[in-house]
């Protein structure tokens, strides 16, 4: 069975502070990706990778950034949190263009 | 540009009954898959079912099944005799098999449906 998983399920921090949110796949994946879900906007992608050091923006990349220097790992980061980046953050992996397998989720709240 | 349309927010249901969940999808692209999440409150995406846009064949596991209608763009899901444990927001979602020589397969989801089943 495919298993990812994620370093948190409940995250508290305060505006300013730099977040890392940690993902990890057991399945040698090729393609991680990072996705944050909010109410009545449904899941957007924020970004994703599709090998080691390599990494593409998704749809809201602004106010993150990402790492991913190993295969099985990959590393979502807030370099200043703000209020707004409050939300659900969901990992996911897949091989290909096949089904992409996610993580139970991290709840970050920003103070 | 691609896009998955889930026109119902809300459905509630009595257990037992069955309910249709529906996806209309947009694409440019003559292949393509077509997937259901189902995310339960415990808040974890759990793949149901994957679909090429080669293979039309309607299928079946259990009480779920899916019916893919490349004339309609449409690739709907049925739950029979629902129960309790299908309470959950389901998801849609299609992937551009050729994306990138990279292959990413970024998926577009849907808004997702909520659906209750009341006992």
């Known amino acids: 069975d495919v298993k990812v998983t994620q370093s948190s399920r409940y995250l508290v921090k305060r505006t300013g502070e730099k977040v890392f949110l940690e993902c990890v796949q057991d399945?040698?994946?090729?393609?991680m990706f990072w996705y944050r879900q909010d109410p009545g906007l449904g899941l957007r992608l924020i970004y994703f990778s599709y090998d080691v050091k390599m990494k593409e923006k998704g749809d809201i990349p602004e106010g993150y950034s990402v790492s991913r220097e190993k295969k099985e790992r990959f590393s979502l980061i807030l370099e200043s949190a703000s209020t707004n980046q409050t939300s659900m953050y969901l990992c996911?992996?897949?091989?290909?263009?096949?089904?992409?397998?996610f993580g139970p989720g991290t709840r970050l709240t920003v103070l | 540009a691609q896009k998955v349309t889930q026109a119902q927010t809300e459905i509630s249901v009595v257990e037992k009954e069955d309910v249709t969940l529906d996806c209309v999808y947009e694409?440019?692209?003559?292949?393509?898959?077509l997937f259901w999440y189902k995310q339960p409150p415990s808040g974890e995406l759990v793949f149901l079912i994957r679909r090429n846009s080669f293979d039309e064949q309607n299928e079946i596991s259990g009480r779920y099944s899916w019916n893919f209608q490349k004339s309609t763009s449409s690739f709907n899901f049925t739950i029979t005799a629902s129960q309790v444990v299908d309470s959950a927001v389901y998801f849609c979602a299609l992937s551009d098999l050729e994306v990138s020589s990279s292959n990413t397969g970024k998926l577009i989801f849907g808004q997702g449906t909520t659906l209750q089943v009341k006992p």
């Open positions: 996911a992996s897949s091989f290909r263009g096949y089904e992409q397998f």
């Open positions: 694409t440019r692209d003559t292949t393509y898959y």
């Open positions: 399945m040698d994946h090729e393609n």
